[in-house]
């Protein structure tokens, strides 16, 4: 797995937020065929965003969920890494209908950055809960076939470390209640920057 925090040669957090927000905006106006200029980059472009790197986009609406996609390992360049997952969460995302014309001035933005997961050795559901950090730990849960992840945003509508658990086997269609020693788990931070509607542009 390739480490993607820290990333070398990166601007400031605030401008490397807003360039990586310009960028989700693009390509997901350019998809719906909207006129919106390309983010100016710089010359030469940040070598952030050549770096690899696994990101999440997120859309919501008044609050709500509206699409949510990312990766969990860095295997594309951090720019274009952010382009795809902002296409994907506007119109892949297969819990929700692709987002319109119409609808796409009522969304809100979030783009989040994560730091390299670290597996989570635990003996019993009890010794994850207790290691789990609320408001800050990603989590990853796999088996066999089952695999999800929650980003630290959710601990917002979840803050209960065994309701945030039990949500993420739910996720991974698995039972709540649902535990074995074969389960892995790992956790991660995350850099995030927001874009409400009305700040775009």
């Known amino acids: 797995m390739v480490p993607t925090e820290p990333i070398a040669s990166a601007p400031p957090d605030a401008a490397l937020g807003r ?8 390509a997901i ?8 200029p390309p983010p100016n980059l710089g010359t030469p ?5 050549e770096k690899p790197a696994a990101t999440f986009v997120t859309l919501t609406r008044d609050g709500r969920l509206r699409g949510c996609i990312g ?11 952010v382009a795809a997952n902002a296409r994907a969460a506007a119109f892949r995302d297969p819990r929700f209908a692709p ?3 119409e609808e796409w001035p009522l969304l809100d933005l979030e783009v989040s950055l994560l730091q390299t997961p670290r597996p989570l050795a635990a003996a019993s559901e009890a010794d994850a809960l207790a290691a789990l950090v609320p408001g800050e730990d990603g989590l990853i849960l796999r088996y066999g076939a ?12 979840l803050p209960e470390p065994s309701r945030f658990l039990a949500e993420l086997k739910a996720k991974a269609g698995l039972p709540r209640d649902f535990w074995s ?4 788990l790992a956790t991660y931070r995350v850099r995030k920057w927001h874009q409400n509607r009305g700040e775009r542009p």
Not at 45 to 49: G, I, K, S, Y
């Open 29 to 36: 106006a350019r998809e719906l065929g909207l006129a919106d």
């Open 19 to 26: 360039l990586l927000l310009a960028l989700a905006r693009h």
């Open 181 to 184: 020693p074969q389960v892995e």
């Open 146 to 157: 089952h695999c999800a992840t929650f980003l630290p945003q959710v601990w917002e509508a």
């Open 45 to 49: 472009p940040p070598r952030a965003l």
């Open 71 to 81: 990766t969990l390992e860095a295997r594309r360049p951090l720019g274009e890494d």
């Open 99 to 101: 987002v319109s014309v």
